[in-house]
């Protein structure tokens, strides 16, 4: 039997082991206790069929502390997030376990802003969960469940309000989506519609019966890379299963990498309106160079997207991301969102009358390295010490405690930290060439492997 996994970034478990309906109604009580009683809590969910489910036990919870529910049904979490906000909801919930395969589902909870919950907000969840302390309202202050259609559209707007449609549609592009019969099903048409696209939709299904593992990578996508080829289209775009982040494939057919989506959509955005951009500390130096040829600086903050957007408030930036495929527009919501990263990339592409792969091209490219192995609680801030001390005497080495250790060097970096979500430590690096980051990788899992036997 699995264990539930109760994180900053949410709850995750397996359907029929650790994620019950038991387990979801008792997270809707604890959500529901903390809001209080009259407070409005905006509930959606991906595709997978443990959906509906989790949603019923959730909204259970929830009303039975006293909180009104605006159930949203199946929509991406971009849509959620965005609702959320829109809806004056007090706080939201989404039922996902985002890229993750069908065994899974998660729970994630947002602030009215339509953003996760900070470290503060989760351990307050953590707490109560534990402690059972549940407040239930009496047979009169049960709370009122409506439901409202309209986040979908809603989204599509905002993402179509923030761009220039009318440059897109004009050039009449020929799209692949691969939507892994997800999330992205609904609202990904709705936006090339309005964006003038010729659309070739592939696992456009909103079954959530996954054609392959739903985590946007090379591996996963081969079907979409033939179809980029056999249509002759100008580009293809993969999504995860709550379709918050997005994979590009040029027109040759070619996946160009998760790095690139942040890089090439912040390049239309700041094209726009120049200012600072908030990324976290493992992200590709290619926003670096993005940023610097408009002009505009780049604020580092540690991994977890609620960081990103704290950095991003906190320096008034005009967009943000992660790496690992999340643009984040805040002119449209304060969440990844796949939708921005398509409606930016085919911006790009019509402002600058180029290829994907030319685009690509016009960026520095770098060789990046992601590893992981399995770690032992504490073991991971043992590891960053020891390799605080073997890096830190490298000439010209700057050193970032942020978040786990990051150590700049000139022209390449490394970071080593424990994951958020798992007990895992990882290892990323990068440099211009592959000899010299896997040189960094070898020296930092050599340090891990002394601690972690
Ligand atoms: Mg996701």
């Not at 903390?34 to 919870?61: C, E, F, H, N, Y």
């Not at 009496?138 to 469940?145: A, F, K, M, V, Y």
């Amino acid at each position: 039997m699995d264990r539930l996994m109760v994180t900053v970034s949410g709850v995750r478990g397996t359907i029929g082991q650790s994620l019950t309906p038991l387990a979801a109604c008792q997270f809707g009580l604890t959500f529901g206790t903390i809001l209080g009683r009259g407070k409005t809590v905006v509930v959606g969910a991906d595709t997978r069929p443990s959906g509906p489910m989790l949603r019923g036990a959730i909204l259970s919870g929830l009303l039975a502390t006293g909180v009104n529910v605006v159930d949203l049904g199946v929509a991406s979490t971009p849509a959620i997030a965005l609702a959320t906000r829109r809806l004056r909801a007090d706080g939201g919930i989404i039922i996902t376990a985002s890229h993750n395969p069908i065994e899974y589902n998660g729970i994630k909870f947002l602030q009215p802003t339509g953003t996760g919950l900070d470290a503060q907000g989760a351990a307050d969840l953590k707490a109560v969960w534990e402690a059972s302390g549940w407040t239930l309202a009496d047979s009169l202050g049960q709370g009122r469940l409506t439901s409202d259609d309209t986040a979908a559209a809603a989204h599509v707007e905002a993402v179509c309000n923030a761009y220039d449609v009318a440059a897109i549609a004009t050039k009449r592009f020929t799209v692949v989506v691969d939507s892994v019969n997800g999330a992205g099903c609904g609202e990904t048409p709705m936006l090339l519609q309005r964006l003038g696209c010729r659309l070739i939709h592939i696992n456009s299904q909103p079954h959530g019966l996954f054609a392959h593992p739903p985590e946007p990578v090379e591996e996963n996508i081969s079907e979409l890379l033939q179809a980029v080829r056999d249509n002759h289209a100008d580009v293809g775009f993969a999504q995860d299963a709550d379709a918050d982040r997005l994979a590009i494939v040029d027109e040759t057919g070619r996946f160009i990498g998760e790095e690139y989506t942040l890089a090439l959509a912040a390049g239309y955005a700041l094209a726009r309106r120049p200012g600072p951009v908030a990324t976290n500390l493992v992200t590709s130096r290619m926003i670096d160079d993005v940023a610097a040829a408009a002009g505009a600086r780049v604020v580092r903050a540690p991994t977890g997207e609620a960081n990103v957007i704290s950095a991003l408030l906190a320096h008034g930036c005009v967009f943000a991301g992660e790496g690992g495929g999340g643009a984040i527009d805040p002119a449209v919501g304060l969440t990844r969102d796949s939708l921005v990263g398509i409606a930016c990339l085919l911006g790009r592409l019509a402002d600058t009358d180029a290829s994907v792969s030319q685009l690509v091209d016009s960026i520095p490219r770098y060789v990046m390295r992601k590893t992981k192995m399995p770690c032992p609680l504490g073991a991971a801030e043992k590891v960053v010490a020891l390799a605080r001390s073997a890096l830190a005497c490298r000439p010209g080495a700057t050193l970032n405690d942020a978040d786990g250790l990051r150590v700049d060097l000139p022209g390449a970096w490394v970071a080593v930290r424990a994951s958020n979500t798992e007990p895992i430590l990882r290892i990323i690096a990068e440099a211009p060439d592959a000899s010299t980051v896997d040189a960094l990788v070898a020296q930092v899992t050599a340090i891990a492997r002394t601690v972690i036997r």
